[in-house]
């Protein structure tokens, strides 16, 4: 279960401007859902997500992950949090172009020191799930939008982790693959894995698998 | 003021300590007053930013000062050639009236700051960082001890008159000496030895038996006993000399530097050994420490063994 208890987060530029990207904000997930959370750009979409993957910490409040208070943990244990709790989705892929597709999935496994075996097991399954076996070893720069997207997801289901955050994952996407990675992260939800998108993308809402909305308005929930 | 490159880097590197330290200091007193790591406030959590720069710039300064007791050796050894009538670095601590002060104070130092970066250690390997109050309150005290290093070190090389006539060692370290140091030669040398090994041997026992109250106390007991044994007893076999007691010369080239490698054994050994009283890592603390001191027993007793072999008597 993703609590956040009260939040305030507030980003201070050149010592003086202060911004409140999140205003007071409450709000649960529970296990196994898939949240959309809603609103235009600058409303507090993204610092919800980095929170929740403990990539920052709030100004005030509480952030707590399966009774975890990740909003307190210092940075050694913040990574190992993410590493074997979180997985990615990221509007721009943030995929390495000199690598191949699986040299770009199997990197967030190089801090966990895994056997080969494992490494290649796990590769497997990922590549199956979501039906980039034949593109293993072609570099990610060869490959369409829409394949590269394919990849980032499974990079970040190579951990197996127990959330998904997606910041923004159909911004680069046509309408029509825009619903196939819609489809895949459904796919996710069915396997039980939690499941935030912070979207603008119309296509995400009224979803009807989707268990929660939330709109974020200048850092605030209506 | 006697300044050679080596005077003048522990200067700069002193300033800018003392610079970086005043400001962990203020850190310090503030994480120590309001710690609460209960409370989710937007003071707890600029604190919790606070304290891991407080932490990194006193994990650098105690690493960096602790590792910087050699140099200080080194530079008083290196200056003794200009020093009148001083031999090693015995004569430049004794050429002021701080250097003996400055000496202890400054092994004092060295247990307090790695036992500080220990406390440091276990405070980052748990999640509730339990330790964080209590590390920065330790460092209060500390930085006043610090500062008298700091200090006591600037006064020491501000006062050499290299042309004034010092003792030399010989002379400071024998039963003639003015100092306190002549009381130590009244000491049984055969009852010395057999504390020394009397009490290396205490340790080990309670390695095995694994009371860590008594396995660090021992350790306490076993720094002095060892110091006095390597003054009376076991420099002369490093030196082959029996009036010769310096606890310097055998920083020289002369001895291959192999002062260095005793102090650095025996402050390892007796460290670790010290922390297994509040040490996590309980088996790798125990292990260290009798690695450590097994180490500086057996190369301080190989000097005797290797004087008899070639020689056919003892000293």
Redesign the interface.
């Known amino acids: 279960m993703i609590k956040l208890?009260?939040v305030?987060k507030e980003y201070t530029a050149n010592n003086a401007d202060t911004v409140t990207a999140l205003k007071k904000i409450s709000l649960e997930i529970k296990e196994g859902e898939f949240v959309v959370l809603r609103g235009a750009s600058g409303s507090g979409k993204s610092t919800v997500l980095s929170l929740i993957a403990a990539l920052s910490?709030?100004?005030?409040?509480?952030v707590e992950v399966d009774g975890?208070?990740i909003?307190?943990?210092?940075?050694?244990?913040a990574s190992e949090y993410r590493r074997h709790n979180i997985g990615f989705v990221f509007q721009k892929y943030n995929l390495i172009s000199t690598l191949s597709v699986k040299e770009n999935i199997i990197l967030p496994l190089v801090p966990m020191n895994l056997s080969q075996k494992e490494i290649e097991e796990r590769l497997l399954r990922v590549l199956k799930m979501f039906h980039i076996e034949h593109k293993a070893n072609q570099l990610v720069k060869n490959l369409s939008g829409g394949e590269q997207q394919r990849v980032a997801i499974a990079r970040a289901n190579i951990n197996n982790p127990k959330i998904i955050l997606a910041d923004e994952p159909t911004a680069n996407l046509d309408e029509k693959l825009s619903l196939h990675l819609i489809e895949m992260l459904k796919e996710l939800k069915a396997e039980g894995k939690t499941i935030v998108v912070a979207t603008h993308d119309p296509l995400f809402f009224g979803l009807s698998f989707a268990d929660k909305e939330i709109e974020l308005h200048h850092g605030s929930m209506l | 003021m006697f300044l050679t490159p080596e005077v003048l880097a522990i200067f700069i590197l002193n300033a800018v300590f003392a610079l970086f330290a005043s400001i962990a200091f203020f850190l310090s007193v503030r994480i120590y007053l309001k710690w609460n790591?209960n409370s989710?406030?937007?003071s707890q959590?600029e604190l919790?930013?606070q304290s891991?720069l407080g932490a990194t710039i006193i994990k650098y300064i105690l690493i960096t000062k602790t590792a910087l007791f050699l140099f200080f050796i080194f530079t008083l050894d290196k200056i003794s050639n200009v020093i009148t009538g001083a031999m090693c670095a015995a004569g430049v601590v004794d050429a002021t009236q701080t250097g003996a002060s400055l000496i202890v104070l400054k092994i004092l130092n060295i247990y307090l700051f790695a036992l500080w970066l220990k406390l440091h250690a276990q405070d980052?390997s748990d999640?509730q960082?339990p330790y964080t109050r209590m590390k920065f309150g330790f460092f209060i005290p500390l930085f006043f001890l610090f500062a008298a290093e700091v200090i006591l070190e600037t006064v020491m090389f501000s006062s050499i008159e290299i042309d004034k006539m010092v003792s030399c060692c010989g002379s400071i370290y024998s039963s003639t000496s003015t100092s306190v140091i002549s009381s130590l030669f009244l000491l049984d040398t055969s009852v010395l030895v057999a504390l020394f090994y009397g009490s290396y041997l205490l340790i080990v026992l309670f390695y095995f038996v694994k009371n860590r109250y008594i396995f660090s106390f021992l350790n306490f007991l076993f720094i002095p006993i060892s110091l006095i044994s390597l003054i009376l007893f076991f420099g002369t076999y490093i030196y082959e000399l029996p009036s010769h007691h310096c606890p310097f010369c055998f920083l020289q080239s002369d001895y291959y530097y192999v002062g260095y490698l005793v102090y650095t054994l025996l402050f390892l050994g007796t460290f670790h050994g010290i922390s297994v009283s509040f040490s996590k890592e309980r088996e790798r603390s125990y292990k260290a420490s009798l690695l450590f001191n097994s180490l500086y027993v057996i190369l301080l007793s190989m000097y005797v063994v290797v004087y008899y072999m070639k020689n056919g008597v003892f000293l």
Request: hydrophobic share 30%; proline share 3%.
């Open positions: 208890k009260d305030v910490k709030p100004t005030s409040g509480e975890d208070k909003s307190k943990l210092a940075d050694n244990f | 790591m989710s406030s937007a959590y919790e930013k891991f980052l999640k960082q």
